[in-house]
């Protein structure tokens, strides 16, 4: 079984028409051409003829859900989503950051994308371990059934197996290597907090030049402030201009919440953020 990229975007320009035609919703969030195949860009069709321009390939990797929260409540949108970006809209919903009935999303179910950095298939490392997406309201093509997903958590292997020194000098290293250019915090669907802590002022709560103690800081705030809530897309390690592998701390977070309550981030609609839902059968261990 392959992936028609050309027939997901033919479909997705279908779609995209009909919709903002019938005016059902005002602005589209999908992808357009960049200086090259490579590097698609982020998109927002806002009439008929917009459509002709959106694309889909293989590195169109960008969550598009990062968007969604720019827009006033109420705004009528659809929006392109593959398996990891239809979590962070299950998230934003939960979070009631979105409505579900404001929004069209056009599911893309898919294997074999690639960062465009290495060409390396990215499936095993931050598409959550599924190729469909967990919510959608038009599916752009059938959904991928058969084939063999790693688990997400495959690649902690390396990492689980260090000591706590180990591990303390491996994130010291990396981060170390932090220009604070953001690109994380502007990639994540689920860094939207305005003003973020780290731009406060009164009070102040860290430096934002790079320094070692300030770049320890940020992360370690930025990366709990995302337990239970991180939907591993990876786009944090792809936007990073000096390639630390920041989902490797996010995948160990998730991994721990999913453990101590059986629960995954933006896997359905049903469920409420795990460390704002109380239950009494929850563990204690992440109070050790």
Request: proline share 5%; glycine share 6%.
């Amino acid at each position: 079984m392959s992936v028609s990229f050309k027939n997901i975007e033919e479909k997705l320009r279908t779609e995209s028409k009909k919709l903002l035609e019938s005016g059902r919703v005002s602005i589209v969030l999908a992808y357009t051409g960049g200086y090259d195949d490579k590097h698609p860009l982020p998109y927002v069709a806002r009439k008929a003829a917009d459509a002709e321009k959106i694309i889909f390939n293989e590195y169109c990797t960008a969550n598009m859900a990062r968007y969604l929260v720019r827009y006033p409540r109420g705004t009528k949108i659809a929006i392109a989503v593959k398996a990891a970006d239809s979590r962070a809209i299950v998230q934003l919903i939960q979070e009631e950051k979105v409505k579900h009935g404001d929004l069209v999303i056009l599911g893309i179910p898919v294997y074999g994308m690639k960062n465009f950095k290495t060409e390396e298939i990215i499936d095993s490392k931050t598409t959550c371990g599924t190729c469909n997406p967990v919510l959608y309201d038009i599916l752009l093509d059938k959904e991928v059934h058969g084939l063999h997903m790693a688990s997400p958590y495959d690649v902690l292997a390396e990492y689980e197996a260090m000591d706590k020194e180990a591990r303390w000098a491996f994130w010291k290293k990396e981060l170390d290597r932090c220009i604070r250019c953001y690109a994380c915090r502007k990639a994540c669907p689920m860094c939207y907090c305005d003003p973020c802590f780290i731009d406060q002022n009164k009070p102040k709560w860290g430096e934002k030049s790079p320094e070692s103690s300030g770049n320890l800081m940020y992360h370690l705030t930025r990366f709990h402030h995302l337990a239970g809530r991180c939907i591993d897309c990876g786009e944090c390690s792809r936007a990073c201009p000096v390639d630390i592998p920041l989902y490797l701390f996010h995948k160990k977070v998730a991994k721990e919440c999913e453990e101590m309550f059986g629960q995954a981030a933006g896997m359905s609609i049903e469920d409420k953020p795990v460390l704002i839902n109380f239950r009494v059968d929850d563990t204690d261990k992440i109070l050790e």
